[in-house]
């Protein structure tokens, strides 16, 4: 089974601030990655898929990149609104598909 | 809208049975893969499974396998989830998600990201 890893675990931010969370496969995976924002109580939202592709009326501060085993997450200028949990998923051929284990971004 | 609509929350005793449902509006619902995704308190997100409503094909997570069964009903649009007999490990929210078809598949299961969520079922388990 492949692994995601996300570092940093957590990261502490102010508003403003330009925002980077990696993620990390165990094994290729091309651009088969998505990343997800979720909020206390909240079910997750896609934000990014294939790696790169922002899903529809996702803000344009948020950009993905990466290909393979190593991926990042951008935020240009974080917001208020973007203080939340984030989640990098795999979702190639090899199943089950598996979801890093999170990165929480708290307000500095 | 489309959207995932699921049932509400459940309380329920060690070794009791349990299907929870998620109903899915203002898409074609038998063409998209609905997957199960579980988050127990405090922690991150686990695949259960995914399903295909116009077939009923599923693929689980090896982790899961034998311990719910995923169905679906094309002709009201749901899908679910069910236990046979709930431990208290199975204590967490689960959320349904349709798989976004990106137009790839593999070994008969689309390639795509969870692209609409339900709003999840809280299923507590507890003597």
């Known amino acids: 089974d492949i692994q995601m890893t996300q570092s940093p675990s957590t990261l502490s931010a102010s508003v403003g601030d330009r925002v980077t969370i990696t993620c990390r496969a165990s094994?290729?995976?091309?651009?088969?990655l998505a990343w997800y924002q979720q909020k206390p109580g909240k079910a997750p939202k896609l934000l990014i898929y294939k790696a790169s592709s922002l899903e529809s009326g996702v803000p344009s501060r948020f950009s993905g990149s990466g290909s393979g085993t190593e991926f990042t997450l951008t935020i240009s200028s974080l917001q208020p609104d973007d203080f939340a949990t984030y989640y990098c998923?795999?979702?190639?051929?090899?199943?089950?598909?598996?979801f890093g284990q999170g990165t929480k971004v708290e307000i500095k | 809208e489309v959207q995932l609509v699921q049932s509400g929350a459940e309380v329920k005793k060690p070794g009791e049975s349990l299907k929870i449902s998620c109903k899915g509006s203002g898409y074609s619902f038998p063409d998209s893969w609905i997957g199960w995704v579980r988050q127990m308190p405090g922690k991150g997100l686990q695949l259960v499974g995914i399903?295909?409503?116009?077939?009923?094909?599923?693929r689980y997570n090896p982790s899961f396998q034998g311990q719910v069964t995923i169905s679906a009903d094309k002709s009201i649009n749901t899908a679910y989830l069910q236990w046979s007999s709930l431990k208290a490990s199975d204590t967490a929210m689960y959320y349904c998600?349709?798989?976004?078809?990106?137009?790839?598949?593999?070994?008969?299961?689309?390639?795509?990201?969870?692209?609409?969520w339900g709003q999840g079922t809280m299923v507590t388990v507890s003597s």
């Open positions: 094994q290729g995976i091309s651009r088969w």
């Open positions: 998923q795999q979702y190639n051929s090899d199943f089950p598909w598996r």
């Open positions: 998600a349709r798989v976004d078809d990106s137009g790839y598949h593999y070994g008969g299961f689309p390639l795509g990201a969870f692209d609409i």
């Open positions: 399903i295909s409503p116009s077939d009923s094909g599923t």
